[in-house]
């Protein structure tokens, strides 16, 4: 397997050229081997790839298991992945309300209790200003942290939700989320911090979106500790935004980082494809 490898930032982040993923089959070490460089790099960008859906669901499940789509029907025909885009139904007019007005940072289906190993997100279409997705170096974050909170919350667990605290979240910061009570998960049980399957590097798996408190805590002081960890593990330092350009496929290590839209409003359409891959319990 043959291509060019450079990194996006100082902070996490590579991009991939010379790699056709909707007309290659990778052998099994060519996967490994890109597993390698999302572990050591958090955030992947093959650049210049062109899928179908077909394409797309058939090149990202050689990167494991697919994590369907809870709904069981969906408009566009396929569980395995889902859009998301800034317009109609359509995906020909804008909408205005679409999507907050503040970073909304979070782990892709943390709230699961086998959250996605990796998420992979293809530019279908972006716009020529803005559409940037941000992304934060967790591990990184957890190393910086002083010696005296890791003791305190290395064997700490907390509650993490897909439903009401996240739409009363929203609402307190003018965001009327709605979550169908079909597609809203039972809360489960994680730690606050997370050792990665593969690596056994640790990292901060608590975020805004999906943490609703630190358990055998006080509320208050649970409180103060999650907005505590939240600054401190999306500060600039952490972070890599990136501005995708047409046909990315972003793939990024769930066990590994943090991501966000940006609190900026588009004026020009977007539409992203995201698959998933299945992990495994966090612990």
């Given amino acids: 397997m043959n291509y060019e490898i450079k990194a996006l930032s100082s902070v996490l982040g590579a991009e991939i050229r010379g790699i056709d993923l909707a007309n290659q089959n990778l052998a099994q070490k060519d ?7 999302i572990h050591q790099h958090k955030v992947l960008v093959f650049r210049d790839q062109s899928f179908s859906l077909e394409q797309q669901i058939k090149a990202c499940s050689q990167f494991g298991a697919i994590e369907l789509h809870p709904a069981k029907e969906v408009p566009w025909g396929y569980r395995e992945l889902t859009y998301v885009a800034n317009t109609d139904p359509t995906y020909t ?8 007005t503040f970073e909304l ?3 892709d289906t943390c709230y699961l209790p086998k959250p996605a190993r990796i998420s992979m997100l293809y530019a279908e279409r972006v716009p020529q200003e803005g559409g940037e997705t941000l ?14 909170i890791k003791t305190l919350l290395d064997d700490k667990k907390a509650v993490f939700g897909s439903g009401q605290q996240l739409m009363n979240r929203c609402q307190a910061r003018g965001y009327a989320l709605h979550i169908p009570s079909s597609e809203i998960e039972p809360d489960v049980i994680h730690p606050v911090i997370r050792t990665h399957p593969y690596t056994q590097q640790k ?18 002081e649970s409180k103060k500790l999650l907005d505590y960890l939240y600054e ?3 500060s600039e330092r952490y972070r890599y935004d990136h501005y995708p350009q047409q046909g990315d496929l972003i793939v990024w290590d769930n066990a590994a980082t943090l991501h966000s839209n940006t609190e900026k409003k588009l004026k020009e359409i977007r539409i992203m494809r995201r698959v998933m891959i299945q992990g495994t319990t966090p612990y």
């Fill in 203 to 220: 990292s901060i798996f608590v975020n805004w979106a999906h943490t609703d408190r630190i358990l055998d805590m006080p509320e208050e």
């Fill in 135 to 148: 992304f934060s170096n967790t591990v990184q974050a957890y190393e910086d942290l002083p010696e005296s």
């Fill in 232 to 234: 401190h593990t999306t």
């Fill in 105 to 107: 940072w979070h782990s």
């Fill in 31 to 37: 996967i490994e081997q890109l597993y390698d460089l």
């Fill in 93 to 100: 007019q804008i909408l205005d309300h679409c999507g907050p």
